[in-house]
Every structure is written in C-alpha cells, then in structure tokens.
C-alpha cells in the first residue's frame, strides 16, 4: 500500500453522476446492479500493488476468466503515487480510459464516492457474505449510509528489525521511541550501524507519534481540528529529535527507496513499515539467506500511548462501467476467502475476511499473527471525503521538521491552519 499515501498530489476534480457515461472499454454487456445473463466482455482492473506483490495480483485478476471464460480481464499496474489522480483525471473527462475496478487506498474511498465515482455495491454479488468482513475493514467502505468499496487488504505499521544486529549490540526490541534512542547507541557503538531509518517524506509515519502522544489530528465527532494542540507539536518533536539525536537516519526525498534499501542491505537496524514490505524486506541480503532474521514489534510508544494508523486497500467499482455485472463478479472473485488466502500464503498480506483467518497456513504465518493483533488496536482513520487530502499539508511540514528547517510549534500551527481551511461547514 504505503509507496507513498502522501505523494499524491492534490487536483480539483470535476462531480460526475453515479450515472456517469462510462469509458470507452468495449466491455460487452450493460450496466445495472441485476445480472442480464451470463457475464461477458472485458474488466480493466488498475491495480496499485508494488513491485513485491504484482507478480501474484496480476496471476489472481487473470484466473478470473477461468470461472468467467467469456470475460478478459485487463490487467494495469498503475504506480501507488499517481493513481488517483489519473483516476480522477479519467473520470472527470466523461470516463475515457478509466478502469472498471480500481484498487483504492481505504482514504480515497470516501473521497471518490463523495463526488460520485463509485458505484454504490449493497444488493450486488460484490458484496456476497458481508457478515465476513472485519468491522474495522468494513467501516472504511462506507460513506452516507451506502457502501462504495469491498475491503481487500488491511493493515497497519510495526518495527521491523534486524534481530542478528540486535543481538550483536545487546540490545532487545524497543518498546518506546526514549528505548529505541537508547538501543541505537548501543547499537552504533557495537556494530557501526545506525538505529532506525526514518521515513521523513510521507505524512503516514508521522501519525505513530502523534497517536503516541495521546492526540489524533482531527476530533471528528466534535468536528474540531486537534493536529495542532501540544500532543501534535510533542509528536513534531519526537521525530526530530529521534534524527537529531543519530538514533535515526532520514531523507525527504526518496524516503521508500533509501528505506528499503537501508534495511535490506544491513545498514540500519530498524524501520517503521507494514506488511506490504514484509516480501521486499525479505528479499534484502540482511535477510535472504536467513528469512528468521527479520522481527516485527509494534511501533514504539510515545510518552502518552501507543498507536499506529488502520490502513489498507478497497477494491471499488467505477460508476460509469459500462459492464457492471461483470465488474461486480471480479470483485467478489478478488475479495473472496480462497483469493484472500493466496495472497497471504504468498505476500503475508492481512485479510478482510474473519473466516480467511482458520486457514491453518494463515494461522501458522508469524506475520499475519503479529499484525492481525495490532490492526485490532490500531487507531482508525477519519472516515470524511477529506481523509486522505488531510495528509498533504503534514507532507509540507514533516521533512522540515526532521531535517531540522522548521520548529516543531511552527509546522503543528502550520498544519491545523491548512485543516481549517480544506474542512468545510462547523468545523473549528
């Protein structure tokens, strides 16, 4: 998922009506929620996955034409970064060369429905045994009563490390950003290597520290902006001084890529990721040739709490499709229980699906283990039209912070009064 959730870049799109004219797939039947027969034509499916994981998508989407042989599904890899502003680009313009199925960031949901996007999914096959879903999954599909997405992947962010480096510094896991400043003095001293890698150029790292702080960055029930009170400027400053310190090394340019390549390569001995980079990290020569070597912790803890964010991917359906019956078949397919588990058997990814969990290669798998627990505690995400737009103004200010450019105070101020002006009506 997490390539870049703040990268992308912020565009005014025009409304489009849930009836919006489709695209111009030749893609067989009609429209409408009730099947007219036996399913047919082409399913253009963007998906978003990275370079890890495409290889499995791409097998799976394709399999659907051997339930469906009269179906083609047109398989995209479209970069995380620049999806959805292609999408709307595509469905704004009339829907020319936008997809039928669009692999959406769990932010992006309520966002594409709120300007109508998205077909609206209760009553059709893709919502076949919605009691299956987790609660937590499920909550980011809706939006005004309706549900707009399928939840296919969920997930959350932890510590992974290198536990040879760890064993060679004498130091265990840390459970608090204060131990993990500590163990990386330890761990530089004893190995030459740095601590942690921190990823300064996505806003989505920066929400571990604020949660840490005891604070969220909006008070959606009260509709009051909270990013900008003390526990939004302490989260600021942890960061900073987790660089400032040495315990971590960071890089506000190309944050994902020098991650990576730090962690798999043993230069560091620590990073903040998800499960989308559990086979990419495998990969790496620290961990390749010993896969035992790589440990997942939660994210440390602030001086108030510990949290990370609820993430994920919905599988969505493009308003103006012009072969909705087979565009809700594929996405039934692609979020079934024997999909769900071949993508955990091969990329460790979390399901949606309480019942992919009994699978005894599920259950077995220490990772799923590890970050079914968390994603149980992990903090939701505001679930407004705006979610994933509040990332872009954190994006501004959180490589300053952490190179050292701004205070703290002055990027926490910064943020809030960007809040304030992209929420609309009551919101104070």
């Known amino acids: 998922m997490r390539r870049g959730i703040a990268t992308t870049a912020l565009v005014a799109a025009m409304a489009l009506a849930a009836t919006a004219c489709g695209g111009d797939n030749d893609n067989g039947s009609g429209g ?13 499916y963007w998906d978003t996955s990275n370079e890890a994981e495409k290889g499995t998508y791409q097998q799976l989407a394709e399999d659907f034409s051997k339930k469906y042989p ?23 313009s009339g829907g020319s060369g936008a997809p039928d199925v669009l692999r959406a960031e769990v932010a992006w949901t309520q966002d594409l ?35 707009y997405a399928v939840p296919q992947v969920i997930d959350t962010l932890g510590l992974f490390y290198n536990k040879k480096l760890l064993k060679e510094a004498g130091v265990e896991p840390p459970t608090s950003w204060t131990e993990l400043e500590a163990a990386a003095k330890k761990i530089k001293e004893k190995t030459g290597k740095t601590g942690l890698y921190l990823r300064g150029d996505d806003a989505y790292w920066y929400l571990p520290f604020i949660y840490g702080e005891g604070g969220d960055l909006l008070d959606t029930k009260a509709h009051k902006v909270t990013v900008d009170e003390e526990p939004g400027v302490r989260a600021f400053a942890t960061a900073r001084d987790l660089v400032k310190s040495g315990a971590a090394v960071t890089d506000a340019t190309d944050g994902w890529d020098n991650m990576q390549n730090a962690i798999k390569n043993g230069d560091v001995a620590m990073t903040v ?28 803890a602030g001086s108030k709490a510990q949290g990370s964010p609820q993430g994920g991917q919905n599988l969505t359906v493009y308003a ?18 024997e999909v769900q588990a071949k993508t955990t058997e ?18 077995a798998n220490p990772n799923v283990k590890f970050f079914k627990s968390a994603v149980d505690k992990a903090v939701e995400r505001p679930w407004i039209p705006e979610g994933n737009s509040l990332f872009q103004a954190i994006l501004v200010q959180f490589p300053n912070v952490v190179t050292g450019k701004t205070s703290p105070e002055k990027a926490a101020k910064a943020v809030g009064d960007a809040y304030r002006k992209l929420l609309k009506g009551d919101w104070k």
């Open 320 to 337: 103006g499709s012009k072969n909705l019956d087979a565009s809700y078949a594929f996405v039934k397919y692609m979020s079934s229980p």
């Open 113 to 147: 429905a709120n300007i109508g996007y998205l077909a609206p999914l209760d009553g059709t096959p893709a919502l076949a045994d919605e009691s299956d879903y987790l609660p937590k999954a499920a909550a980011g599909t809706k939006f005004k009563d309706k549900t």
């Open 346 to 363: 091969k990329l460790s990814l979390l399901p949606t699906r309480t019942s992919v969990y009994a699978n005894k290669a599920v259950a």
């Open 32 to 44: 409408g929620g009730k099947s007219s027969g036996e399913i047919s034509g082409t399913v253009t």
């Open 273 to 300: 990721n998800g499960p989308w980079a559990i086979e990419d990290t495998l990969a790496g020569k620290a961990f390749k040739d010993d896969k035992d070597n790589l440990g997942v912790v939660p994210v440390p």
């Open 70 to 92: 009269k179906v083609k599904v047109d398989y995209v890899n479209v970069p995380f970064g620049e999806t959805l502003n292609k999408f709307k680009n595509a469905a704004g």
